[in-house]
């Protein structure tokens, strides 16, 4: 219809309000036609903008984020958009988070007897150093499995403390537990330390050195995945997004790059949606500033 306008226009002179009388047309409607190819539409321009900023938080990590957490890294922009619109542009240019793959159980039950689990499928603390919960996964690399030992705080999901070494005992269990607590400064004295019963934390040697550091233990049921599911999770996460899309010729290396990504990358930059969207370490840092208002606050008054 607005080419036929124009059509009249060019060939006979007709002008384009008369044409539109003719035809029927509101003449706001064809000068806006006209003025689109041209100048854009707002909406259009938006949406070239918006595909870019996904496809650098998608690519920025290694292309394994999904439309929730770049959704929250484009609300940390300012920009109001839904996941569901993030999801629709993704599916449009085929980028797709990546599937964790099938964790291979290492848990061992030990001979000792077992603590109490005090968590109960409950993954969540009021306050940091309140519930730890921890775990082992194994690595490949060019000289073999190198074993992680981890401790999660779920108040942030703040990855506290971790050990790497080409065995798994109680040792590297317990080098990750004592990193933890000098990531919080020494005295942990009361935390809950939840886990799942494998021998390197029924043993002895871990025992002694929880009662030591004051880290009351609870411990999940054997073979059940989901009552440690946060450090599960964590493993997941780390598999997922990065020890499978690398190769490690040594040991060595593998040891420097994961704890490079948990330094730098996971524990302040990775957006956790249980951390409101933060990365932990913001997320911790945000909460002692606001705390610390609200103590001053009521002090004053």
Request: glycine share 8%; charged share 25%.
């Amino acid at each position: 219809m607005a080419a036929r306008i124009v059509g009249q226009r060019t060939e006979y002179g007709i002008p384009h309000t008369v044409s539109c009388r003719a035809l029927g047309v509101s003449p706001p409607w064809f000068y806006k036609w006209r003025r689109r190819p041209a100048e854009p539409a707002k909406r259009e321009v938006r949406r070239t903008m918006l595909e870019k900023r996904i496809s650098h938080f998608f690519h920025a990590p290694g292309d394994t984020y999904g439309s929730p957490r770049i959704t929250l890294d484009l609300w940390a922009e300012g920009w109001q958009v839904s996941v569901n619109t993030v999801a629709e542009i993704m599916a449009e240019r085929g980028w797709y988070g990546r599937e964790p793959k099938k964790r291979r159980n290492l848990t061992r039950q030990g001979k000792r007897k077992s603590a109490r689990d005090l968590v109960g499928r409950y993954f969540d603390a009021i306050a940091p150093d309140v519930l730890w919960v921890g775990d082992m996964t194994e690595i490949d690399t060019g000289e073999g499995k190198l074993y992680l030992a981890t401790v999660i705080d779920l108040f942030s999901r703040r990855c506290l403390g971790y050990a790497m070494d080409a065995h798994h005992d109680a040792a590297l269990v317990g080098a990750s537990l004592q990193m933890a607590v000098a990531t919080r400064g020494g005295t942990v004295d009361g935390v809950i330390f939840h886990s799942d019963r494998g021998s390197e934390y029924t043993s002895a040697a871990y025992n002694s050195l929880c009662d030591r550091l004051g880290v009351v233990q609870s411990m999940g049921r054997v073979g059940s995945c989901f009552d440690n599911a946060a450090a599960e999770a964590f493993n997941s996460t780390l598999k997922t997004e990065y020890v499978h899309r690398h190769r490690f010729t040594t040991r060595a290396e593998a040891r420097i790059k994961i704890a490079t990504w948990i330094a730098d990358f996971y524990n302040t930059r990775r957006r956790h949606t249980r951390a409101g969207g933060l990365p932990p370490a913001e997320f911790e840092q945000k909460i002692r500033q606001q705390r610390g208002q609200a103590h001053q606050k009521a002090e004053a008054a």
